[in-house]
């Protein structure tokens, strides 16, 4: 996913460049990611769980979860 590779080169390139000059400059992107982590596995997790014939309530729901992002 686009999202994860963004944020996997921020974890591992651009924030500990970041984090050396300025310490404690990162926190904050750290606890996004964190966040935004657990968002995507969830939104993943629910799209894994669809099948034909659900009610549309579990689609709803879904689509909740990516409204939120």
Known sequence: ML????????DHVALPALEAK??????????DHDRLH???EGIQQ?????EPGQS???A????DAVGSF
Request: aromatic letters at 4%; proline letters at 6%.
């Open 38 to 40: 657990r968002l995507v």
């Open 46 to 50: 629910q799209t894994r769980q669809l």
């Open 56 to 58: 549309p309530l579990v």
């Open 60 to 63: 709803a729901s879904l689509f």
């Open 3 to 10: 999202l994860e590779l963004h944020q996997d080169a921020e």
């Open 22 to 31: 300025v310490p404690g400059l990162t926190e904050h992107n750290a606890n």
